[in-house]
């Protein structure tokens, strides 16, 4: 599907609790380089990834929320001033520093009573509502969203479904209204992996209105691209987030989901979708992984003078480096491990996990294997180091890549972290899945 064209996956209604971990903040070894050693982004420019919004609909907070764009500050490298354990020096002279403290709060306290006595009287004739609360600014706030109905396996009346898994469905509406059920219903179920809260999820998808029969956009029309996300998350609308959880990859469903658990009071104009409006989804379910996932398949040695890479399951991988060799001047690559799935193309959002060391001694500075969640990105969309956008494009999902990258594609003359000034690095890359993110 092309940025172009409208995704039925929309934002969730929940708040969103921050997904454990889409890490697309932390970027393999730091950040990209630059003049400035940091930035500061305001809350108020910060978005729902993917324009998936709704129309007027404010970007959730994942905790507290502020009232303007003040940075917010968690530390401070001030050291305050040495004081005994009663909060003043030791030894103080004379009378003694907290002879005076207390002396000084006395005076206050007596000044206060007697000025908060003076304003009682002299008010005492004014109307005595005036320093109540406002009861409008007291009261809790009302939730702005209609809460998602539990999941039923069937209805009194459900859509009829023809075709076969990896196809686009034929969907037959009935000719009478939804009775607002949140179906979720296993058409035909996979053998693959079970998706758990946070699986990261790839689907096809099939959709209709059911109010008005017309076609919504499905990843099976022209340009489409299987949608994927961390499930459970409520980072797409509950029909897709939620629907899937505890089903198999390779499994299709049945989802029918009324406006709470699709967009809501507000519809979705530019789909032509009302707010009263029950929409049909026949999902696929593609791929299922874990955030702590790895591929596996039968390894390919790397030619004898590329790094050799030894591998540790769930850990990082060990790399050896070739005694004496010349950092290359170009990108170099070798698949380990051979993947079945589609080839990766510019623009789609990949899911991977990764091992980066130095080319020169072998030195891991930074794999997401030790942090147990997969990296997600765009490809080719510049938010990584250039080695990794031109290494990765056209290589198959399932597979284990080694890249070599010359510091002119990676942090160049100024370094990284523990990457110096002009390093070679050498990534393993494993490439979970790839899809519309």
């Known amino acids: 599907m092309t940025e172009k064209t409208p995704s039925p996956g929309g934002a969730g209604t929940a708040a969103n609790d921050s997904p454990a971990g889409d890490p697309a903040a932390s970027r ?18 910060l978005k729902q ?137 296993v058409l035909s179920e996979g053998s693959g ?36 996300f961390q499930a459970g998350t409520d980072s797409l609308i509950p029909a897709l987030d939620q629907a899937v959880i505890g089903k198999k990859a390779g499994s299709r469903l049945l989802v029918v989901a009324p406006p709470a658990a699709a967009f809501g009071s507000q519809g979705k104009a530019d789909m032509s979708i009302g707010a009263k409006d029950d929409l049909i989804f026949v999902i696929d379910i593609r791929n299922a992984n874990a955030p702590d996932a790895v591929v596996s398949g039968t390894v390919t040695p790397p030619p004898a003078d590329f790094p050799q890479v030894k591998d540790n399951g769930k850990k990082p991988a060990e790399i050896t480096p070739v005694a004496g060799a010349k950092d290359p001047t170009e990108l170099k690559s070798h698949v380990l491990i051979k993947g079945t799935g589609p080839k990766v193309e510019k623009g789609e959002k990949v899911v991977v996990q990764y091992t980066g060391a130095l080319f020169k001694d072998g030195k891991v500075f930074d794999s997401s294997l030790s942090k147990g969640q997969a990296f997600t990105f765009p490809v080719g969309g510049g938010q990584v180091i250039q080695g990794w956008d031109q ?47």
């Open 193 to 228: 992996a079970k998706v758990d809260k946070n699986s990261w999820t790839s689907v096809d998808y099939t959709a209709k209105d059911w109010n008005t029969g017309k076609d919504i956009p499905s990843s099976y029309d022209a340009n489409g691209k299987p949608q994927i």
């Open 391 to 437: 290494g990765l494009e056209g290589q198959t999902v399932g597979s284990r890549v080694e890249l070599v990258i010359p510091a002119a594609l990676g942090y160049g003359d100024k370094g990284q972290g523990d990457i110096p000034p002009g390093a070679t690095l050498v990534f393993v890359v494993d490439i979970l899945d790839a899809g519309q993110g």
């Open 28 to 45: 393999p070894g730091g950040p990209l380089p630059g003049d400035g050693e940091s930035i500061v982004v305001p809350p108020s420019i």
């Open 49 to 185: 990834q993917a324009g998936w919004a709704q129309p007027g609909e404010t970007p959730r907070a994942s905790g507290g929320t502020t009232t303007d764009d003040t940075p917010q500050i968690f530390a401070s490298t001030v050291r305050r001033a040495d004081t005994s354990e009663a909060g003043y020096d030791e030894n103080p002279p004379g009378v003694g520093r907290l002879g005076v403290i207390l002396g000084t709060v006395l005076a206050l306290l007596l000044a206060g009573s007697a000025v908060t006595l003076y304003l009682v009287n002299k008010d005492g004739d004014k109307d005595t509502n005036a320093a109540k609360p406002d009861a409008a600014k007291t009261a809790p706030p009302k939730p702005s969203a209609e809460p998602v109905p539990p999941i039923k396996d069937s209805a009194k009346v459900l859509p009829t479904v023809a075709g076969d898994f990896g196809k686009k469905a034929e969907i037959q509406v009935p000719g009478e209204p939804s009775d607002g059920s949140f179906v979720v219903k």
